[in-house]
């Protein structure tokens, strides 16, 4: 199913029958298969957001669109192209088409950096001249709703939803096709979680970027999705219009899901999630490097 915009095009992100699996802890042990043939995709501009349990493998179908799971069967193609297949040179371009934010704006900044380093971070790899930079600069500030004096300012000097957005205007410097939200307003408390949303919604509007959008919480992919996959235990379960999914849902898992209460403990949940989001950053600023070298 497309969305209207969409129809009669071809999707941006396919996935196809996707298996992952990580390798068996010990010896004797069966590698661990945490997607078991997923098959997923989203349309230029649309918002497919990707709902389940601690667990049931959204993080990792996330990494795999970013080209960082270890893909055992199954496809994943970004505008017909698969993406294990790429070159370096295509594998950097992919870099820039597809961007990340997480859920944890504490740890995905550079502390040490002010606001203005960490948004032309990614615009001096592509030798963008300094001025021009500048300007960019600005008019990312201003599309996420944060003051130009902010550029000049460290992390630490903004709330958890300022510091979202610094992390989306980030994630646009570039002004990719695809965002891979990875529960980036689980970390927020409601009234901000709100903001960061219509804020999200406003962004798509005006750009056309497209979101695979992760959360456990059905309420929050329910206000931005155009379509819903639900996963559990590694598999897809129902997927389809956002709106009959979170509200009138046909599979018994997803009917649970949405009676059920948010995390058991959200601690160790934003903890867990914190580590994989520095490993994931690391992983892509290695490749980028490795690009520019
Ligand atoms: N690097 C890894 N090595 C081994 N197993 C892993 C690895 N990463 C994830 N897993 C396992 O794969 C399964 C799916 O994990 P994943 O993080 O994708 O789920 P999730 O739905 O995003 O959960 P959460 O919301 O808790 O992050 C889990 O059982 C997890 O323990």
Redesign the pocket.
């Known amino acids: 199913m497309s969305t209207e915009a969409s129809q009669g095009r071809e999707p941006l992100l396919e996935v196809t029958d996707l298996v992952v699996e990580?390798?068996a802890?010990g010896i004797g042990r069966k590698p661990?298969r945490?997607l078991k043939g997923v098959s997923v995709d989203v349309m230029p501009g649309e918002c497919v957001g990707l709902v389940?349990?601690?667990?049931?493998?959204?993080?990792?179908?996330g990494r795999a669109v970013l080209g960082l799971a270890p893909v055992t069967d199954g496809s994943v193609r970004f505008k017909g192209r698969e993406i294990g297949q790429l070159n370096r040179r295509e594998r950097r371009s992919l870099s820039d088409s597809i961007q990340v934010v997480f859920q944890d704006p504490y740890t995905s900044l550079n502390p040490s950096l002010t606001i203005e380093q960490t948004l032309t971070e990614p615009l001096r790899v592509k030798n963008i001249p300094a001025a021009e930079a500048s300007a960019r600069v600005r008019t990312l500030l201003d599309q996420v709703g944060l003051p130009a004096n902010a550029a000049q300012r460290l992390p630490r000097e903004f709330s958890g939803g300022q510091r979202q957005r610094i992390a989306i205007a980030r994630a646009l410097a570039l002004e990719p096709e695809l965002i891979v939200c990875d529960?980036p307003v689980s970390a927020l408390d409601l009234s901000t979680q709100a903001r960061v949303l219509e804020l999200f919604k406003d962004i798509q509007e005006a750009t056309g970027v497209a979101y695979l959008f992760?959360s456990?919480d059905l309420a929050v992919v329910r206000h931005l999705s155009h379509r819903v996959a639900v996963?559990y235990h590694?598999e897809i379960v129902e997927y389809g219009d956002g709106d009959k999914v979170t509200s009138d849902p046909e599979h018994p898992y997803t009917q649970r899901l949405l009676m059920a209460a948010p995390v058991a403990d959200p601690v160790r949940?934003a903890q867990?999630?914190a580590d994989?989001a520095r490993m994931i950053e690391a992983q892509r600023e290695a490749d980028l490097q490795a690009g520019a070298a």
Not at 52 to 61: I, Y
């Open positions: 990580y390798p802890k661990f945490a389940g349990e601690s667990g049931s493998g959204k993080t990792t179908l529960e992760v456990h996963m590694g949940q867990r999630r994989r």
